[in-house]
């Protein structure tokens, strides 16, 4: 077991109407909000108003960017920091799902400095500040809203990268599952297959902890027994709790103390694919896990089959990979590059961006013929 | 599933010699410093030199007071406050186990106010400000180091009772599993049975928090699997961190977000026989709950069967007592009150105490005649 220090500095708020302890929180923040959102769908469901009752509230001065894509872009970043930089924005309150708050969390970076957010993520540079920032969560999936982390992209350097540092730490974030009712079946179903790879992601990492591996087995168990029926009744909210704070679990550091590190080979190459085919994220996991298992059932055999006993009841590497193909399954996630209509013919294009995006995995490298046999996994019948 | 705010302040630094960043901690926290432990076990095992060293370092000021009982009691607290309200301490240093911890917390409410830290456990008053903690724990059981709760005993009044407060959070704990090497087999043990009853007495609590549910499961399966193999091995550096950690989780919040609250039946059953009889309190405990929950198997069965199904694998709520008790055999902790010497005879008197004592627990109320019944059953064959 390795050295370890717990130390999660965002407030977690869980729970029907938290929303009404947002005003008071950000008061003693700031006075200026630079408010960070997607393309709109919070107009639909209520929670913009919710989210402007409370600002009005506190009297609050909001200054707005909007368009945040779901595979959020570099562009988008910069150009929300420029107008939080002129504001002079003391708080940023992002409300969407992951790519929002991940957003967000580089804006919080650049709106101090005077050059592209995407120097801190290719670490050219050392954030030294950070705008405050709260997060109102309306997607069970990244995990974001209680980590360090965020992901994005950019198409002229074409990358997909994710990017580490205390400073971006939401200060609070507030999670209403009565927020996530709209989300519809397919993202419901994809937020799920997310916060199953990142549990996946920190136990296939490097080092020996027990009890972290136990907290993977539960949260995906939960996952298990919760995802299929919530696609089936997605207004229901005690569904929909359960499986936001499963994914808030899953990547807020409970499955990861004790470890060297996690391995996050997968994400690697899931990013690429939505990279080039804006594919959804947890689409794209759902496909290359069971790929990546098959390439890795030779190097650790024992591993995958442990997960299995434990999450599975399987008896072998080869029925636990079933048996995670046959649960992504009965959330209608895909498990094969057909089911995301990407053709056979791009197999050379996807190949070599990985090798440009140098994705090699982290505990568990990825050399180029390991990257081409994941490939014709996530392509075979 | 209730709502819930994760907000847990505590700084925990575990792993091999952390101690060597507590100088640095302290140094912007304070600079008199009240270090409280017990009877002297730090000073033969090193500890007690360590942190010396680190106080050294940073020049600071220490008055002491140790010989806190492995049951606390309240006059050493306010002994203890009276030391640190003359030095005008502006820190605390606790150094041991969840006895040395728990009184220290409330040595940090005492140190502020001219009256007996009893008023605050006893709820006679509120309490305003608390002097900054910081804790070196020597001992796996309590999870005091990671939380709100602690635990005196008053011989004048006859009570020992829980109190919980986030003024009392420690700031910082250091937990290296190191340090624990020297804890005796049956009081490492103890230990055990302490965490797992922490686990148990959240997963008896009201509301349904089903994921929380499965991290009991996922702690109380490591301290069985870890359990036995740390006994027969007392200076293995990954059993004893596990198990530390193990007890660190069972009660960090962990086991209870979601939830209404805990039960803690058993814990105040508990508490009555070490007040009696200064039994360890891990000891009664383990002697506690298999009765407890015989008693209880009528009113939730299917609670129990559940229970027993996740961590034993057990096929009915007997069988998952039985098991239940099997476990706390095999890391020899009594289950019968003849193996803590407690004769029957002693029974009117300590039925006496238990109503004297209010003990009625929280979610599943606990009258005279379910106190006669578990009783009965603490003494069967």
């Given at each position: 077991m390795e050295n370890f220090r717990i130390e999660n500095p965002t407030v977690l708020h869980f729970g029907r109407d938290v929303i009404k302890n947002l005003g008071r929180t950000i008061a003693p923040i700031g006075k200026k909000v630079l408010l960070v959102y997607g393309k709109g769908s919070i107009k639909k469901n209520g929670v913009y108003d919710a989210v402007m009752e409370q600002l009005k509230l506190i009297q609050a001065e909001v200054a707005e960017y909007s368009g945040i894509k779901s595979n959020p872009v570099i562009e988008d970043v910069d150009a929300a920091a420029e107008i939080g930089r002129k504001f002079q924005s003391d708080v940023i309150l992002a409300v969407g799902g992951?790519?929002?708050?991940?957003?967000?969390?580089?804006?919080?970076?650049?709106?101090?400095?005077?050059?592209?957010?995407?120097?801190?993520?290719?670490?050219?540079?050392?954030?030294?500040?950070?705008?405050?920032?709260?997060?109102?969560l309306t997607l069970a999936a990244t995990g974001t809203e209680m980590n360090q982390f965020a992901v994005v992209q950019n198409h002229t350097t074409k990358q997909k990268l994710g990017y580490g540092n205390r400073l971006i730490y939401p200060k609070h974030s507030f999670l209403d599952p009565q927020d996530t009712f709209t989300v519809p079946r397919d993202y419901t179903a994809y937020g799920i297959?997310?916060?199953?790879?990142?549990?996946?992601?920190?136990?296939?990492?490097?080092?020996?902890?027990?009890?972290?591996?136990?907290?993977?087995?539960?949260?995906?168990?939960?996952?298990m027994e919760i995802g299929p029926k919530l696609l089936d009744d997605l207004t229901n909210y005690d569904y929909r709790a359960k499986i936001m704070y499963a994914a808030t679990s899953a990547l807020n550091g409970l499955t990861a103390?004790?470890?060297?590190?996690?391995?996050?080979?997968?994400?690697?190459?899931?990013?690429?694919?939505?990279?080039?085919?804006?594919?959804?994220?947890?689409?794209?996991?759902?496909?290359?896990?069971?790929?990546?298992?098959?390439?890795?059932?030779?190097?650790?055999p024992g591993r995958i089959a442990d997960f299995g006993r434990n999450v599975f009841n399987a008896k072998s590497d080869e029925e636990t990979i079933v048996s995670f193909e046959h649960f992504m399954k009965s959330i209608e996630c895909p498990v094969r590059m057909n089911e995301i209509g990407i053709g056979y013919g791009k197999k050379t294009e996807i190949l070599e961006t990985m090798m440009h995006c140098k994705v090699n995995g982290s505990n568990l490298k990825l050399y180029k013929d390991d990257i081409q046999m994941i490939l014709e996994f996530m392509y075979s019948a």
């Open positions: 992951g790519s929002v708050i991940d957003s967000a969390k580089i804006i919080a970076l650049t709106i101090p400095v005077d050059f592209s957010g995407w120097k801190f993520i290719a670490n050219q540079t050392i954030a030294r500040k950070a705008v405050p920032l709260i997060s109102v297959s997310d916060l199953v790879a990142h549990a996946m992601e920190n136990y296939f990492g490097k080092g020996d902890a027990s009890l972290s591996d136990r907290f993977v087995y539960a949260i995906i168990k939960e996952a103390y004790g470890r060297v590190s996690g391995d996050w080979g997968v994400h690697d190459l899931g990013h690429v694919i939505s990279l080039l085919y804006d594919t959804p994220h947890g689409a794209t996991l759902s496909v290359v896990y069971p790929a990546w298992l098959r390439r890795m059932k030779e190097r650790i």
